[in-house]
């Protein structure tokens, strides 16, 4: 594709339920990264893949949330038991190789109930 | 002390001024360095990439580094109104990705 998709572009749930948010990076890049921003803050970094693996899972809040990514394209971030605070713009974005510039997706606005 | 700081402003300029964005990190062994613009309600998009010592300019844009002093910053000249955003920093950091908070720039017409 052209650009980095994430989809769904909003998610509307209640609290305990389980979301699960999809990014599709720019063929041929080998990096992806998921952040989370809250309205009116900065970034926050949550986990970078590096292919399939995730050399990095520092940033994930809490125990509730998860990643995958499969055959190097297509990530998962799963939210399990959502809470209220966990109501952000999910960004993905995803570079040629780590270290390199990274291009973001559109987001997926959480809103939880 | 935070990975990436920025002064969060408002900075606000008229136009046709020269708008000045500061950027210090506190990683050493950083190498590479962003800049990204991000209109309200919108994702960050890449304005330039810096990754020597010294002065990189790509039209109205210059991003400047000093590894020794921690320090990147991001020159606009000719500010335009349509540069009013929110400019974030941004630093390579043991592979992911670490934002300032972002600097809120208004140009005034």
């Known amino acids: 594709g052209a650009g980095v998709s994430q989809s769904p572009s909003n998610k509307v749930t209640e609290k305990g339920k389980d979301v699960e948010l999809r990014c599709d990076p720019i063929?041929?890049?080998?990096?992806l990264y998921w952040y989370r921003q809250s309205l009116g803050q900065g970034l926050e970094f949550l986990i970078y893949f590096q292919g399939n693996s995730a050399p990095d899972k520092s940033g994930l809040p809490s125990d509730r949330f998860s990643a995958e990514r499969t055959g190097g394209s297509v990530s998962t971030l799963t939210i399990q038991r959502t809470q209220q605070e966990d109501s952000a713009v999910y960004l993905c974005a995803s570079s040629f190789i780590d270290e390199h510039e990274q291009f973001f997706g559109p987001g997926t606005r959480l809103t939880v109930l | 002390q935070k990975e990436v700081e920025q002064n969060s402003g408002p900075l606000s300029v008229p136009e046709g001024a020269i708008a000045s964005l500061n950027c210090t990190y506190s990683d050493r062994v950083s190498q590479s360095f962003f800049w990204y613009r991000q209109y309200s309600g919108k994702s960050p998009e890449l304005i330039m990439s810096?990754?020597?010592?010294g002065d990189k300019e790509d039209g109205r844009f210059t991003a400047q580094l000093n590894k020794a002093s921690q320090y990147v910053s991001l020159l606009i000249r000719d500010s335009q109104p349509s540069d009013s955003a929110t400019y974030l920093c941004a630093v390579n950091i043991f592979g992911g990705m670490r934002f300032g908070a972002g600097t809120r720039l208004t140009v005034k017409p």
């Open positions: 810096i990754y020597s010592n």
């Open positions: 063929s041929g890049h080998t990096a």
